[in-house]
């Protein structure tokens, strides 16, 4: 087991923890994929070793010390905090999740109550069914991309949701702890060393896979009619291959940022425009090289078309001209700021650490951010927007309510 230590005095009684290692549910079969996604679910429902979860809740009451499991698409892992002064109980319950998960049926059939209540009234709420659509219309029939209903429902498993959690979590030999927040190494290393170095090392070498749930490619369009509600949603995605490096990544965060200022102003709401409008955008290594791009907003349902058309109009801008001078700024300003703040949180340790580690990058890179942040240049973020909002793979989603008419003409 790997493990980094990062003492800092920001804070008096907090100490962070994210443990990571490869493989994620995407090693899982397709048949098994529903209920190994909701195995961490199960398991924090359960309890752990001869607990379950009110008794665990008794036991920890006055402790501050929590951890979590978690199975993600191509790694699975843990993360908590605790207190300085609750640190043998922390190390136990991370022993715990791996050494002891625990079998509760009565923990189960709650939970699957739970789920049903939900699930009965989620065909009716417009964004849940919007959101299915987006979903089916980018992956298809894909066993991945399932919507979640009251049938999928009745193939949750827990004898199978129980094996992948065990076989997840058997092998601790390729988990690398990340410790960040108020303590001395000597502190933490009987810890480390009773409770870590004692889990099950099957030395297993696992690395995430794809399973051919590829993105739908070229321009797809969706609309829905749901709800009674006078308003709109819309969702443009763009998407496609890239080539992952530390510049491509945060060129494409500039784009991003610039496009949000843009939008903001050309679409804001004393504009007679949108509610509000998001523009998100990541690249991902693993287990293939992609990106995606977002630009989300609420709107009146005439006024649709007419933003898209505005929406579309603002990255043709920023792919033609750059950014301006004043929106470079502003974002070189915010990104500095962020970073200089960064530098003094234990989350941004935790996590920037964790990120290094995971793709083998140098720890110094954290610290030489704001020399990149300075570097780049209009003409790389222009480029970035250019390749990173191209409307070759372009899905447009359109959520109409169930009355009145949309817009004749779609936009172009």
């Not at 609750?86 to 319950?93: A, N, R």
């Not at 991902?284 to 505005?310: G, H, M, W, Y």
Request: aromatic share 8%; hydrophobic share 35%.
């Amino acid at each position: 087991i790997t493990v980094l230590l990062k003492p800092t005095t920001f804070k008096n009684d907090q100490i962070l923890m994210t443990a990571t290692s490869p493989g994620g549910d995407s090693l899982v079969p397709n048949k098994d994929y529903l209920s190994g996604s909701m195995a961490p679910t199960i398991a924090g429902q359960s309890g752990l070793g001869s607990f379950d979860l009110i008794q665990l809740q008794k036991k920890l009451a006055g402790k501050v010390a929590n951890v979590s499991p978690s199975i993600g698409g191509i790694s699975e892992g843990l993360g908590g905090s605790a207190s300085p002064r609750d640190l043998d109980t922390w190390f136990q319950l991370m022993h715990l999740q791996f050494a002891a998960p625990r079998e509760d049926a009565k923990a189960f059939k709650s939970l699957l109550a739970q789920f049903r209540a939900v699930l009965r009234n989620r065909s009716t709420d417009p964004q849940s069914v919007f959101g299915d659509a987006v979903e089916e219309a980018m992956y298809g029939d894909h066993p991945r991309h399932r919507p979640m209903s009251l049938e999928a429902l009745e193939e949750l498993d827990h004898a199978t949701a129980l094996r992948v959690y065990r076989e997840r979590f058997a092998d601790a030999s390729d988990f690398t702890f990340v410790f960040v927040g108020s303590f001395e190494p000597e502190d933490l290393k009987p810890y480390v060393e009773k409770y870590l170095a004692s889990l099950p090392d099957l030395d297993r070498v696992e690395k995430g896979r794809h399973n051919g749930d590829n993105r739908q490619p070229g321009r797809v369009n969706v609309e829905v009619r749901k709800g009674k509600e006078d308003k709109s949603s819309v969702r443009l995605t763009f998407h496609g291959a890239a080539k992952w490096s530390l510049k491509e990544r945060y060129a494409l965060r500039c784009a991003v940022d610039v496009l949000r200022i843009q939008l903001r102003e050309a679409m804001r709401e004393d504009k007679g425009g949108v509610y509000g409008v998001g523009v998100s955008g990541g690249m991902s290594r693993e287990p293939k090289q992609t990106f995606s791009c977002n630009i989300s907003f609420t709107c009146s349902p005439a006024n649709v078309n007419d933003l898209i058309k505005t929406a579309l109009a603002e990255v043709k801008k920023l792919q033609q001209n750059g950014p301006s001078a004043e929106n470079l700024a502003k974002t070189r300003e915010t990104h500095l700021r962020t970073h200089e703040k960064g530098l003094k949180e234990n989350g941004f340790w935790l996590s920037n650490l964790s990120f290094y580690r995971r793709y083998d990058l140098p720890f110094a890179g954290i610290l030489e951010v704001p020399q990149k942040i300075e570097a780049m240049t209009s003409e790389e973020i222009q480029a970035a927007a250019k390749k990173y909002f191209s409307r070759k793979n372009l899905l447009t989603a359109k959520l109409f309510p169930e009355i009145g008419k949309s817009p004749e003409k779609p936009a172009k």
